[in-house]
């Protein structure tokens, strides 16, 4: 199984980055569907707006964020379509968030590293 990337979906796009995958709820601002070349959106993999607004509210709280999301995802059947994707090459989660160090897409590719043994 491929280990998936990360990146901010606002970094230009790389032969290397292999299926594009916004992992976000909400559209990032001021980026063009052209630019931003997604190759698929999983909304629904994102965190929920409940526990994204939270987060938001108290981003100190980053364990609890993880765990809490990473019990969404057990239940996300969304989560089957990703890994079907990183079985077959590789993987870019692309996310719109300023902080590089704490946001859904890391915790979604430590989720797939803990469940599936990605990487």
Request: aromatic share 8%; charged share 30%.
């Amino acid at each position: 199984m491929n280990t998936p990337r990360i990146k901010r979906v606002y970094a230009p796009p790389e032969p290397a980055d292999g299926t594009r995958i916004l992992v976000d709820r909400l559209w990032p601002r001021g980026i063009s569907r052209e630019r931003a070349a997604i190759d698929l959106w999983l909304k629904d993999i994102a965190p929920s707006d409940a526990l994204r607004k939270r987060f938001h509210a108290k981003p100190g709280n980053w364990r609890e964020f993880c765990d809490a999301y990473h019990a969404e995802l057990e239940s996300n059947a969304a989560t089957r379509d990703l890994i079907g994707r990183l079985k077959s090459g590789p993987v870019t989660l692309l996310y719109a968030a300023r902080n590089e160090h704490q946001n859904n897409a890391l915790a979604l590719k430590a989720w797939l590293e803990l469940r599936v043994g990605a990487g």
